[in-house]
């Protein structure tokens, strides 16, 4: 589904943010990912949809070779690829159905794209998109009047009206109450257990992530320093990520 090969990432400054990373992702994992702030997390996730180019190393998903796709190609592959960031992401001044749909722009030309050209069928997706995450009663409410919980489930609506086959979230909970993460987190778990979407999730609560994802994989000076079924991840293996120099 998703390999990722000897991949480094190093920024302009001379900074490793990865070192010669390795991965392999099945369809249908739903895997956590943990480290400290300047790990290497966020900078995994961003290479995998080539957001950030890496400087070695090679990534395909789904037998695709992303890391040197032609733009027309690129363009393809990232439609199989979901995003979800920590901080939404919305269009705040437009309403809830408008932001759904947005997930369809990968879908459209550039015409399509500035008209706002959408069919029913799409509209149709993005309202089950809405339901899915209980927000359908939502859609013609401006995305600045809703709560974080709720602007979260929206960015979740419009990744799934994309009809990704790949979920790349970002911290999506840290901005968020731990009631209001958990219900953000119980609807991406739903949505790979009925789905079947792969999902990749970069977390810093580690209680959230042995809860919910069933594979752990901890990032630390951009290496990974392990890769385990949640049920073998033990909180010396945590000290060892955690614990600074």
Same mark, same amino acid.
């Given at each position: 589904?998703?390999?990722?090969?000897?991949?480094?990432? /190093?920024?302009?400054?001379? +900074?490793?943010?990865?070192?010669?990373?390795?991965?392999?992702? #099945?369809?249908?994992?739903?895997?956590?990912i943990l480290g400290?702030?300047?790990? $290497? %997390? @966020?900078t995994l996730l961003k290479s995998i949809n080539l957001i950030v180019r890496p400087t070695f190393g090679k990534i395909s /998903?789904? $037998?695709? *070779?992303?890391?040197?796709?032609?733009? %027309?190609k690129l363009r393809?592959?990232?439609?199989?690829?979901?995003?979800?960031?920590?901080?939404?992401?919305?269009?705040?001044? @437009? @309403?809830?159905?408008?932001?759904?749909?947005?997930?369809?722009?990968?879908?459209?030309?550039?015409?399509?794209?500035? *008209? $706002?050209?959408? +069919?029913? @069928?799409?509209?149709?997706?993005?309202? #089950?998109?809405?339901k899915r995450v $209980?927000?359908?009663? %939502?859609?013609?409410?401006?995305?600045?009047?809703?709560?974080?919980g709720q602007k979260q489930r929206v960015a979740i609506a419009r990744t799934l009206c994309q009809q990704p086959s790949v979920i790349l979230a970002d911290e999506p909970i840290s901005n968020l109450d731990k009631y209001t993460g958990e219900l953000v987190m119980e609807y991406l778990y739903e949505i790979n257990k009925?789905?079947?979407? +792969?999902?990749?999730?970069?977390?810093? #609560? +580690?209680s959230t992530a042995l809860k919910y994802c069933s594979r752990i994989i901890a990032l630390k000076d951009g290496k990974?320093?392990?890769d385990k079924a949640a049920g073998d991840v033990t909180d010396e293996l945590l000290r060892g990520v955690y614990e600074e120099k």
């Amino acid at each position: 589904m998703i390999h990722v090969e000897n991949v480094s990432v /190093i920024y302009n400054k001379g +900074t490793p943010a990865l070192k010669g990373v390795n991965l392999s992702v #099945d369809k249908g994992e739903f895997v956590g990912i943990l480290g400290l702030s300047g790990s $290497g %997390k @966020s900078t995994l996730l961003k290479s995998i949809n080539l957001i950030v180019r890496p400087t070695f190393g090679k990534i395909s /998903i789904d $037998g695709d *070779l992303i890391t040197n796709a032609n733009p %027309k190609k690129l363009r393809t592959i990232r439609r199989k690829v979901g995003l979800i960031f920590q901080d939404y992401n919305l269009i705040e001044r @437009s @309403s809830v159905l408008t932001n759904v749909l947005l997930g369809r722009l990968g879908y459209k030309s550039r015409l399509q794209s500035f *008209l $706002g050209s959408f +069919t029913p @069928s799409e509209y149709s997706l993005a309202m #089950d998109a809405l339901k899915r995450v $209980g927000l359908e009663e %939502k859609s013609f409410v401006r995305a600045d009047r809703l709560s974080g919980g709720q602007k979260q489930r929206v960015a979740i609506a419009r990744t799934l009206c994309q009809q990704p086959s790949v979920i790349l979230a970002d911290e999506p909970i840290s901005n968020l109450d731990k009631y209001t993460g958990e219900l953000v987190m119980e609807y991406l778990y739903e949505i790979n257990k009925s789905s079947g979407i +792969t999902v990749l999730v970069n977390l810093h #609560d +580690t209680s959230t992530a042995l809860k919910y994802c069933s594979r752990i994989i901890a990032l630390k000076d951009g290496k990974i320093v392990f890769d385990k079924a949640a049920g073998d991840v033990t909180d010396e293996l945590l000290r060892g990520v955690y614990e600074e120099k």
